[in-house]
């Protein structure tokens, strides 16, 4: 250790880190306690499990349309009458095999659900160190944009973000770059929630002792604030996370059964529903059914796991 | 209070004015205006003079004030899909977004704030975890997704409610179209408002049951019960006021939400309103109807904000005392 | 000797916890003669509020009253449904607590939360309820109470807001008053004040005052005798002067000792070494016989139970006939 920091640690401790106080007994002891947040977690796992191994388990691939079974589109699932044994549960109007498309749907739903939260909160909680250490016109303008972002609804805004993105990009270039534009256009819609809390957090950690301690000794500003104080402010942001993970799928689902987001070419579970709300009234049930059962699915035992780590972190509740 | 109230309009305005020139911006540089309105064969000489026409090539200031200024006499431009005024094709639609969003608001208050207040008094009863239970699914379920199993269950299972579509409705006046005074009209209303409204309803809840939860706490609850006052004085007249000041806010803030949830709404249930002409834009890159869509939005935002924050100063004393003391 | 107003016997209160219940109150003992204050006095954490929160009824979960009685004018009250003890706060047990800004409702005005609980426990008029409001600031010593009647908590400063919750608390007239550190969150010029009024209003109104604080002074302003806590415990009850000039439980000589005086000569303040332990880690025997100076054998191995010594009880085996001859003797003999 350099002398720098170890004349910080004589000037009082900071307090305690997550991990430290991920290791309390209380927190485990309530976790495993719960049956329900028990059984969501293990859920919540296999389903990301399921997803990210999608090419390795699914028995075709459904992005490719040299793979899809035209003849066999729209054939019910194994288990009904007229049902064939090489679909498990059915096929859609493409002939895709339905079983492996909403496998890859959960891998697609997931993945931009994680690199939304990860775009969005990193540049919210750099904005957010930023503003609050820093104080000033630059604290002020950019609580100021966040002011104004907050008036509207995420999900106004991925759909705006979105519309201009494609407009900007040109239409024919749609397909390619739906990913891209889906995770920026719900990533941006996020990063004011992490901007104000680690903002607000940075604020109250900014004059705490060994933060004045290291200003004395002249470490650098932004050494001050990334090996210092963000360690301490991240409790609250893993509490954000997880709860934006849930909206970022839902808004994801959102956007694609709407027809702005991923295209038939690459469904996600979003857009397997919107192509099997056509077939509701024609009798082809699945292609509604299971995909609205694995998001539903998935987005529940996400949310019970952020409900339990909210309600685990939070002080007051002790 | 005046001079509180001076500010907040101005600053409104002020959002407005940026907002609007986020729409200026979007509608004048993402892609050409000219090459959308017109067809392949129109040759650039004729481009060119259109272009001069519009006044395309003045100064950008002098186009974004002569857009802000069309904006405020609620002039948008042409639509380029549709080849109308913006204007005509969004007034057209707003009843029908605007009736559904009223009765999913009312829905959501009137469902929500009972079962919230309910769940807080009695936190272990089967009721209460059967709300909880609920709210989850609630908050869990995407928007489009309760419409879709709400359709299954009633429409093509028992038959019961028309699955799209407004039904029939009524014109009043030279402009309003409404669905109240049918049958029809209020069969088609059923699922859609309460679709729309399921989110708002278990937000609403349990903001209410956190709130109050907090409120019950607190030191004064403790010295009322200390001085004997009875259980419903203290939940409804000491409780229940404290609880809902600060829902007020949030709850204002989120029926500015309902109408832009009705987007998903409408597009499930074919809603022949604002909201499924805004998505059409997006799909189609129509940018004036985007824009003023934006506008619209923004402004409805803008005034419930306003509002809301006017409503929570009159109705906390201490915030209007606060006030009193910022003069001079 | 008339009848006590209230009557505490063996009061046991526990804390449901992970690993098993803690016992946070272990048989405490006392009266309250009608009329009389008793001041309550110890260091934080020692109990004091609980015991007052139990009297009451109030206790909330996890905590509860796991044996023990308590009387009122001679009838139980301790296992009284919760209907009934409504009955009984406010109208014969009133109750105040320490910060007055978040005691008072900040939504509702002064003379609103008044006639409300005059009008709960009293069958008169709302006229004849807003009047007696009104009689109720004065006696506090509200200035121009019928304007300030219709205010906002916020309006009023912290003196002024406590004298409103003293109001609040003795307008049904109970007949005793348990105060919760009631000057501890107002500033020290102000503390003077209140205590005087509350002097003053239950004195007129014949109130009896359980006075819960850790400020001496206060209890020596006001209390006529005072009961000394110690992990759950009372480790010596007596008059006032008495435990005050002349304390025999060691723990209340180290308490008296540590106060500063102005006239004693400067030099180290007196400390008690050590700390109060927490409820899970209370020692066998005596519990204050780990920092006390004059322990011995029996201290460790038996909790000594409130020996008499005069008029006054320690808790404490030097004043044991058997266990310290010597010591109780010469106690005796003063």
Redesign the interface.
């Known amino acids: 250790m350099s002398r720098a920091d170890v004349d910080l640690a004589k000037s009082g401790p900071p307090p305690p880190s997550l991990v430290a106080r991920l290791r309390d007994n209380d927190l485990v002891a309530s976790f495993l306690s719960s049956k329900t947040t028990a059984a969501a977690g293990l859920i919540a796992l296999i389903l990301i499990v399921a997803g990210l191994a999608a090419p390795l388990i699914a028995p075709t691939d459904p992005f490719n349309p040299a793979a899809n079974f035209l003849m066999d589109s729209l054939t019910p699932p194994r288990f009904v009458a007229g049902g064939d044994p090489r679909f498990l549960l059915g096929t859609d109007d493409q002939g895709r095999d339905l079983w492996s498309a909403i496998l890859y749907g959960l891998r697609i739903s997931l993945m931009i659900g994680a690199f939304s939260v990860l775009l969005g909160g990193a540049i919210g909680v750099a904005l957010g160190l930023i503003a609050g250490y820093a104080g000033g016109w630059i604290d002020s303008v950019v609580m100021r944009i966040a002011d104004?972002q907050l008036?509207?609804?995420a999900?106004?805004i991925a759909?705006?973000l979105?519309?201009?993105a494609?407009?900007?990009l040109q239409?024919s270039n749609r397909e390619e770059t739906a990913f891209l534009v889906l995770v920026v256009a719900i990533g941006l819609s996020f990063w004011v929630q992490y901007a104000r809390t680690v903002r607000g957090s940075t604020l109250v950690e900014k004059n705490r002792d060994y933060v004045q301690a290291a200003r004395l000794i002249g470490l650098s500003p932004a050494r001050i604030v990334v090996r210092h104080i963000l360690p301490n402010v991240m409790g609250p942001v893993l509490v954000i996370a997880t709860i934006n993970l849930?909206i970022a799928i839902?808004t994801e689902?959102?956007l694609s059964?709407?027809?702005?987001g991923l295209p038939a070419t690459e469904p996600s579970l979003?857009t397997l529903?919107r192509i099997g709300?056509n077939y509701?009234?024609s009798g082809e049930?699945w292609i509604?059914a299971f995909p609205?059962l694995g998001?539903?699915t998935l987005?529940?035992s996400v949310?019970?796991l952020g409900?339990w780590l909210r309600d685990a972190l939070n002080p007051r509740l002790k | 209070m005046i001079a509180f109230v001076v500010r907040r309009v101005l600053a409104s305005i002020g959002?407005m004015i940026?907002?609007g020139l986020i729409a200026f911006a979007?509608f004048r540089y993402?892609?050409d205006p000219i090459n959308q309105m017109v067809g392949v064969e129109t040759s650039v000489a004729e481009r060119a003079q259109l272009r001069e026409e519009l006044g395309l090539n003045d100064p950008a200031i002098v186009q974004a004030l002569r857009f802000l200024a069309r904006a405020a006499r609620f002039d948008f431009g042409v639509s380029y899909q549709f080849k109308q005024p913006v204007a005509d094709l969004i007034g057209a639609r707003m009843p029908a977004t605007l009736e559904l969003a009223f009765v999913a608001s009312i829905l959501s208050l009137a469902a929500g704030i009972p079962m919230g207040v309910y769940s807080a008094l009695h936190r272990d009863s089967a009721l209460s975890r059967l709300f909880q239970a609920l709210s989850?699914?609630g908050?869990?379920?995407?928007?489009?997704?309760t419409g879709?199993?709400l359709?299954?269950l009633f429409?093509?299972v028992l038959g019961w409610l028309p699955?799209f579509g407004r039904g029939d409705v009524v014109r009043l006046g030279p402009w309003w179209t409404t669905g109240f005074l049918t049958v029809s009209g209020l069969k088609s209303l059923v699922m859609p408002a309460t679709t729309l409204a399921l989110f708002q309803m278990t937000l609403i809840m349990r903001l209410v049951r956190a709130e109050m939860l907090e409120v019950l706490r607190?030191?004064?609850i403790?010295?009322?019960?200390?001085?004997?006052?009875?259980?419903s004085?203290i939940h409804f007249?000491?409780a229940l006021?404290?609880t809902l000041?600060p829902v007020i806010t949030i709850v204002g803030?989120q029926l500015?939400?309902i109408v832009?949830?009705s987007?998903?709404t409408e597009?499930?249930f074919a809603w022949p309103g604002m909201g499924q002409l805004f998505?059409q834009?997006?799909?189609n890159?129509d940018?004036p109807i985007?824009a003023a869509y934006?506008l619209f939005?923004?402004f409805m935002?803008?005034t419930i904000?306003l509002v809301v924050d006017i409503l929570y100063v009159s109705v906390?004393?201490?915030l209007r005392?606060s006030l009193h003391g910022m003069h001079g | 000797m008339s009848a006590a107003l209230l009557s505490v016997r063996d009061l046991r209160v526990e804390f449901a916890a992970r690993q098993g219940p803690l016992i946070a109150l272990d048989g405490v003992s006392f009266d309250i003669a009608p009329g009389e204050v008793l001041g309550v006095v110890g260091e934080s954490g020692a109990g004091k509020t609980l015991t007052g929160l139990a009297i009451?009824g109030?206790l909330d979960p996890p905590s509860r009253i796991a044996g023990g009685e308590i009387r009122l004018d001679g009838e139980r009250i301790d296992n009284l449904s919760p209907a009934r003890m409504?009955?009984?706060?406010?109208?014969r047990i009133?109750?105040?607590?320490q910060?007055p800004l978040?005691?008072?409702?900040?939504?509702?005005r002064i003379g609103d939360q008044l006639t409300?609980?005059i009008l709960?426990?009293l069958s008169l008029t709302r006229r004849q309820a807003r009047e007696r409001a009104i009689a109720w600031l004065g006696e506090v010593g509200i200035p121009s109470p019928a304007k300030r009647i219709d205010g906002?908590p916020?309006?009023f400063s912290g003196g002024m807001r406590q004298r409103v919750?003293i109001a609040?608390?003795l307008c049904?007239e109970p007949a005793l008053i348990i105060a919760d550190e009631p000057t501890t969150a107002l500033d020290v010029s102000v503390q003077a004040q209140i205590i005087a009024v509350l002097k003053k209003v239950t004195r007129v109104h014949g109130a009896a005052v359980m006075l819960i604080t850790h400020d001496m002074g206060v209890i020596a302003e006001m209390a006529d005798r005072v009961a000394v806590m110690y992990a759950g415990r009372i480790v010596e009850i007596g008059a006032i002067g008495d435990v005050a000039r002349r304390p025999l439980h060691p723990y209340a000589m180290g308490l008296m000792a540590a106060i500063p005086t102005l006239e004693a000569r400067a030099g180290r303040l007196a400390q008690i070494p050590g700390t109060m332990p927490r409820l899970s880690a209370i020692p066998r025997g005596c519990a204050f016989s780990p920092r006390c100076p004059r322990v011995f054998g029996r201290c460790e191995a038996e909790r000594p139970p409130l020996i008499a010594v005069g008029e006054r009880r320690a808790a404490c085996w030097l004043y044991d006939a058997q266990a310290a001859p010597a010591a109780a003797r010469a106690e005796n003999s003063r």
């Open positions: 104004v008036t509207f609804p999900i106004l759909l705006l979105d519309g201009v494609h407009a900007l239409k849930a839902i689902a959102t059964f709407l027809g702005v979003g529903i709300q509701l009234f049930w509604v609205s998001l539903a987005v529940l949310n019970l409900d | 959002v940026a907002v979007m993402v892609g989850l699914i908050i869990s379920l995407p928007t489009f997704l879709i199993l359709i299954t429409s093509v699955s607190a030191d004064y403790r010295f009322a019960r200390a001085r004997g006052l009875s259980e004085a007249r000491h006021k404290n000041v803030l500015g939400s832009a949830f987007i998903i597009t499930v998505l834009s997006i799909q890159v940018i985007m934006l939005i923004a935002f803008v904000n906390d004393p201490r005392a | 009451i109030l409504r009955v009984l706060r406010g109208r009133g109750m105040i607590f910060d978040t005691s008072l409702n900040p939504l509702l409300e609980t709960t426990h906002y916020h309006e919750v609040l608390a049904a």
